[in-house]
Every structure is written in C-alpha cells, then in structure tokens.
Nanobody, 119 residues
C-alpha cells in the first residue's frame, strides 16, 4: 500500500517560512493527486490545499490563500508556508489519492509533522 511521509516541520518565528515535503514510498508522486491538511487538539481536521495528479491544478483554502502554496514534482509534494502566524501551529498532514483530482476523503495519509509558530 501507499505510505506517505511528511518532513520539514519545526519551530519558526511568526513571519517566518517553512517548506513541508511529502514523499510516497515506492511510487513517484506523478501517480497521485494530493493535498495538505492540519489539525490542532480539540479541533477537526482542516483542509489547506490540494493539487491534481498532473500538477497543473491547485486549490487553496481561503484561510491560507496567498501565504501557503502547494506544488509537486516527480518525487514529492510540497507545501510552502510563508508569513506564518502563531495560529498556524498544528500538526500538518499530507494526503494522496489515485484520482486525477483528490477526493475530499483521500485514502492515503502521512503520519503528520508538527509546525509550531512562536509569537
């Protein structure tokens, strides 16, 4: 089965940037559409961004549009996060689907990577 692994999380100051990466074990990311989500304790998972399988169509949640950018290449999927705010602190998850456009309930998920933004 497909296993996804996120990396790139960490501690940053408000206004800083991070670039998250998501790798699909055993497969090139060209085989998948994908997306990024985040979750904080006590809150539901929040959709952030998605990208189609071809990598030529993206969607970003209003809450992060203009600050976060999803992209992918043959190897990985990425989430570039700029102008980070303390409220961006969360566990970030990547997800993938075999469909051209990621389903709202994607079948494959990573383990999550923690992003903490200090004020």
């Amino acid at each position: 089965q497909v296993q996804l692994v996120e990396s790139g999380g960490g501690l940053v100051q408000a206004g800083g940037s991070l670039r998250l990466s998501c790798a699909a074990s055993g497969r090139a990311f060209t085989s998948y559409s994908g997306g990024w989500f985040r979750q904080v304790p006590g809150k539901e998972r929040e959709f952030l961004a998605s990208i189609n399988r071809n990598g030529d169509l993206t969607s970003h949640a209003t809450s992060v549009k203009g600050r976060f950018t999803i992209s992918k290449d043959n190897a990985k999927m990425y989430l570039q996060m700029d102008s980070l705010k303390p409220e961006d602190t969360a566990t970030y998850y990547c997800a993938a689907d075999t469909l051209q456009v990621m389903n709202i309930r994607p079948p494959y998920w990573g383990q999550g990577t923690q992003v903490t933004v200090s004020s």
